[in-house]
């Protein structure tokens, strides 16, 4: 089931990458992922890529999901009239449990790209986020979407 | 028939993509200090230019083409971040003042950057 699914992938790389869509050139592109997957057949064995792709897929659908999500709040916010009564911004700082340097660059970037947060600065040590909220309600809460939502999904694609 | 959809899809992408970069780019006069703007910009703009690769991709109908928008969609969610972080960091350490409708502000206390 996932070796059909990551060879169909394959196919529709080569397909694009060809740059013709024809029929018969797509099994062309399949027959040569079979006979590529074959040759790596030793390392395709390990689980261990497969429950990884699928963590990244999550992560890039959570991902592409709260970007339409901001982007539409961003939008509503943009219009509404008297638009300086609706904003509470503040800077908080987000304690990160995340080590790496790819890691806390990701998280970064997600947080500035997903609805109300935008990064400002990391701590030098590297123990903080400081984040930038456009309506700061509840500190507690801004910290604790962040932690369980993009954090847990990054520690777990990388752990 | 089935390829008739394309142009559909990519005339209604293009369209909504422009509408959020006019979003972001109002957002950019409306909003009161830069770090707020810097919200609509890196938000709102994303998604317009994003929806317009996509829209790129939809009609092309040349692999490579739809190749290049994908990569090109995402150099701009890795750059676009950035470079509103950077901007943002950059005017808090210049002392650009924030709104005064600012309520919490937790890197007043934190040391200031070396460089």
Redesign the interface.
């Known amino acids: 089931m996932n070796f059909a699914m990551i060879s169909l992938v394959l196919a529709l790389v080569w397909?694009?990458?060809?740059?013709?869509?024809s029929a018969p050139n797509l099994v062309m592109g399949w027959i040569i992922s079979l006979i590529a997957m074959w040759v790596v057949r030793n390392q395709m064995t390990t689980p261990v890529l497969i429950t990884r792709m699928r963590r990244i897929i999550g992560l890039i659908y959570l991902f592409l999901y709260e970007?339409?999500m901001?982007?539409l709040r961003?939008?509503s916010?943009?219009?509404t009239p008297n638009?300086?009564t609706h904003?509470?911004?503040?800077?908080?700082?987000f304690p990160v449990s995340a080590k790496s340097d790819v890691e806390i660059t990701l998280l970064?970037?997600?947080i500035?790209?997903t609805?109300?947060t935008?990064?400002?600065?990391v701590?030098?040590d590297r123990s903080?986020i400081?984040v930038?909220c456009?309506s700061?309600d509840d500190?507690q809460k801004v910290i604790r979407d962040i932690a369980d939502g993009f954090e847990a999904k990054i520690i777990e694609v990388f752990e | 028939m089935f390829s008739a959809i394309f142009p559909i899809l990519a005339g209604v992408s293009i369209l909504c993509g422009s509408?959020?970069s006019l979003?972001?780019a109002?957002?950019i006069v409306?909003?009161?200090?830069l770090?707020?703007r810097?919200?609509?910009a890196?938000?709102?703009g994303?998604?317009?230019a994003?929806l317009m690769f996509l829209a790129v991709a939809l009609i092309s109908?040349?692999?490579?083409v739809?190749?290049r928008a994908f990569v090109g969609f995402v150099f701009l969610?890795?750059t676009?971040?950035?470079s509103?972080?950077l901007l943002?960091?950059a005017a808090?350490f210049a002392k650009q003042p924030?709104?005064p409708?600012?309520?919490?502000?937790?890197?007043?206390n934190?040391?200031p950057?070396?460089n």
Not at chain 1, 87 to 93: E, N, S, Y
Request: charge should be positive; charged fraction near 10%.
């Open positions: 397909v694009s990458i060809t740059g013709s869509f970007l339409l901001s982007a961003v939008a916010l943009v219009l638009v300086n904003l509470k911004p503040g800077i908080i700082a970064a970037n997600l500035t790209l609805p109300g935008l990064s400002v600065d701590a030098e903080v400081y930038h456009i700061v500190k | 509408i959020f979003l972001a109002i957002g409306r909003l009161p200090d770090f707020t810097m919200h609509a890196s938000k709102a994303t998604m317009g994003g109908f040349n692999g490579p739809i190749l969610l890795l676009a971040p950035v509103a972080h943002a960091r808090y924030m709104t409708l600012t309520r919490i502000d937790d890197l007043k934190a040391p950057p070396n």
